[in-house]
């Protein structure tokens, strides 16, 4: 049989185990004690995503909309009576994925740093703080600072830098994230999530405007928090843009590693799962013709892209023109925008897709004209 060595115990390199299991031996280094620590994400992801991640994670809130303050003042409030979002304990995720891949057949070797691979014609040999191991493929699922895609010989992504804490403190409605945009979070957005008896807070902004943490300050006092005591803080970056290249002669890359984040939210975990099978499938491919090369691997990328591809190229082209907008266009466009018809459209938001709603605004020509002096006023 066939082997596979999966650097990265996280819900993509669990996924991709827990599909390769089937044909080969998978072997997942992981260089923490455990998968899911430490948390590093909101925990929001959509329904359709645990649909696809094959497991029932516990859900910890359902959340139906959104209140968007901005900066002068003025607020938006979008609802659904579907839910837009389910908050799940992310180290509850990510047990459970990796649980999945081990009753798959995947072996998983935790405390076991990835040093680094060397690529021969038939194998590709992985060195690790414990040794090497052999194998004939690599999957590269390290995160957002991935080493497979350095040894890989690829250029680094780009990134937004993000700050998180939970704090005691319960919001009056349950079932409504609260956002923030403009120089509150320069770059990107902050958020007020509902978590029962805590609220989890944080921001993103684009690197050039500091550390995160220089901003959360002023976050909690704009939303009335400074001074609730702080249960925990987690801070890291997000791979924005994707990367260069997902594949190479007997490696692909998956998740944060291949840079499979929606642009707009920062999130990675639908991406990845949409991924996924495309992984598998150019993996399974491979082994029948015994050819593990780029070429024949390439099919992964060409697979993923068709999936996925459009609606991140588009999420791109939304975040560079939001960053050009100052606080002040920010206001203009929620003046044109404040309307029954806008509101109507944003009701209907998919987070996996959030693109969708700017192609329903351009079908309607009068509230594309509202909206465009303030978007040309940004962007010229």
């Known amino acids: 049989m066939a082997s596979a060595a999966v650097i990265g115990g996280?819900?993509?390199g669990s996924m991709a185990a827990r599909l390769l299991?089937?044909?080969?031996?998978?072997?997942?280094?992981?260089?923490?004690?455990?998968?899911?620590?430490?948390?590093?994400?909101?925990?929001?992801?959509?329904?359709?995503s645990v649909r696809m991640s094959g497991i029932r994670p516990d859900i910890l809130n359902t959340v139906y909309g959104a209140k968007v303050h901005f900066p002068g003042g003025g607020t938006?409030?979008?609802?659904?009576?579907?839910?837009?979002?389910?908050?799940?304990?992310?180290y509850d995720f990510d047990t459970r994925m990796a649980e999945a891949a081990r009753d798959a057949g995947a072996v998983y070797r935790y405390s076991e740093r990835y040093t680094g691979a060397e690529f021969f014609p038939d194998k590709v040999s992985v060195s690790s703080s414990r040794g090497r191991l052999a194998a004939d493929l690599l999957i590269g699922a390290d995160g957002h600072t991935s080493s497979v895609l350095r040894d890989a010989g690829c250029p680094a992504p780009r990134f937004v830098r993000g700050i998180q804490v939970d704090i005691k403190h319960r919001m009056e409605d349950q079932e409504i994230m609260e956002l923030r945009v403009g120089s509150v979070a320069p770059g990107s957005f902050s958020w007020e999530i509902p978590f029962g008896?805590?609220?989890?807070?944080?921001?993103?902004?684009?690197?050039?405007?500091?550390?995160?943490?220089?901003?959360?300050?002023?976050?909690?006092?704009?939303?009335?928090?400074?001074?609730?005591?702080?249960?925990?803080?987690?801070?890291g970056k997000i791979p924005i843009g994707g990367v260069e290249r997902t594949f190479g002669d007997r490696m692909m890359l998956i998740g944060d590693a291949a840079g499979q984040i929606k642009p707009v939210s920062g999130g990675g975990i639908y991406p990845m799962l949409k991924a996924a099978p495309y992984l598998a499938s150019a993996a399974f491919r491979a082994v029948d013709e015994g050819d593990f090369s780029s070429k024949k691997l390439s099919a992964y990328e060409k697979g993923w892209k068709r999936e996925i591809g459009r609606e991140?190229?588009?999420?791109?082209?939304?975040?560079?023109?939001?960053?050009?907008?100052?606080?002040?266009?920010?206001?203009?466009?929620?003046?044109?925008a404040d309307t029954p018809e806008m509101r109507s459209i944003l009701n209907d938001i998919d987070l996996d897709?959030?693109?969708?709603?700017?192609?329903?605004m351009l079908k309607r020509p009068a509230l594309a004209l509202r909206l465009a002096p303030a978007v040309v006023r940004a962007v010229i």
């Open 197 to 235: 008896d805590h609220t989890r807070v944080g921001l993103c902004t684009r690197w050039s405007a500091g550390p995160p943490s220089d901003h959360l300050n002023r976050l909690l006092v704009k939303a009335g928090l400074d001074g609730k005591e702080i249960i925990s803080k987690v801070s």
């Open 10 to 12: 996280g819900p993509a």
């Open 21 to 48: 299991a089937g044909r080969f031996d998978v072997t997942v280094l992981e260089s923490r004690e455990t998968s899911g620590r430490p948390v590093q994400c909101t925990g929001l992801i959509t329904e359709e």
């Open 312 to 336: 991140l190229k588009r999420g791109c082209t939304m975040v560079k023109t939001y960053r050009k907008m100052s606080d002040e266009d920010l206001d203009r466009m929620f003046r044109a």
């Open 76 to 90: 938006m409030s979008v609802r659904s009576d579907r839910p837009k979002g389910v908050l799940v304990d992310r």
């Open 353 to 360: 897709a959030p693109s969708k709603v700017v192609l329903k």
